[in-house]
């Protein structure tokens, strides 16, 4: 091979950081034409690479094949909103909200901005890298860490935050759906604050099951929904 072309698993890594790093700055994914022309390859083949970066979990696709997801970002609606100084990001779940001024240089701190899913209430914080935003409010996750990605966007529709744990009550009895765990919004700022660390560089590598327990018992997340020893 020489220079130009990039051996497979570079070109992987490549598109992955280009995806997060348009994401990082614009809030949107690139599109397939303009991620061919930066790596200097046809769009099959990066259809193809997307492909890959979903089965390794790196992002999520879509049904039509466009990105959903990259986590901390996302390409629709769910439930949050981030405003940076000068960007405008779809905030995914309550911890990916929480985690994009951790995560994005200059991003902190972010307007994060949801509806409280119990009685439709707004609820807006400034979510620094320094401190928790002060609150009341609860975060509810429904899926246990062990069965995320059974379902991986089901799971992130479903990290939502309530104005209190009635409204999480009232909401679980309306939808029928069973509890999954609460966190206070300092311990919802604690677990985003560093589980992206590294994302947006070269080189990253998701959290292996025994490495993310470490960590959710690091940020003060004991018991079986995170898959940590009571
Ligand atoms: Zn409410
Ligand atoms: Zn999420």
Not at 147 to 157: G, L, M, P, R
């Amino acid at each position: 091979m020489t220079a130009a072309t990039p051996e497979p698993e570079d070109l992987l890594e490549q598109i992955r950081v280009r995806i997060y790093e348009r994401f990082a700055s614009d809030g949107r994914a690139p599109g397939v034409g303009e991620l061919a022309m930066q790596s200097n390859v046809d769009e099959a083949e990066i259809v193809h690479a997307l492909g890959a970066l979903h089965r390794e979990r790196s992002l999520v696709l879509d049904e039509r094949g466009d990105i959903e997801l990259a986590h901390p970002f996302d390409g629709r609606d769910f439930g949050f909103s981030v405003k940076g100084g000068d960007t405008l990001w779809w905030g995914g779940c309550a911890w990916d909200s929480f985690a994009i001024p951790h995560l994005v240089p200059g991003a902190s701190p972010a307007l994060v901005a949801t509806t409280c899913p119990g009685c439709d209430t707004p609820h807006a914080w400034n979510v620094s890298a320094s401190s928790p935003p002060p609150g009341p409010q609860v975060a509810h996750f429904l899926v246990p860490m062990a069965h995320v990605w059974d379902d991986v966007t089901h799971a992130c529709d479903n990290q939502r935050i309530f104005c209190d744990e009635r409204c999480v009550a009232a909401w679980l009895a309306r939808t029928g759906n069973t509890k999954g765990t609460i966190l206070s919004l300092p311990t919802l700022w604690r677990l985003a604050s560093r589980w992206y660390e590294g994302r947006l560089g070269y080189g990253y590598r998701p959290r292996q099951p025994e490495v993310a327990a470490d960590y959710f018992r690091e940020v003060g997340l004991i018991g079986a929904f995170w898959g940590t020893a009571v």
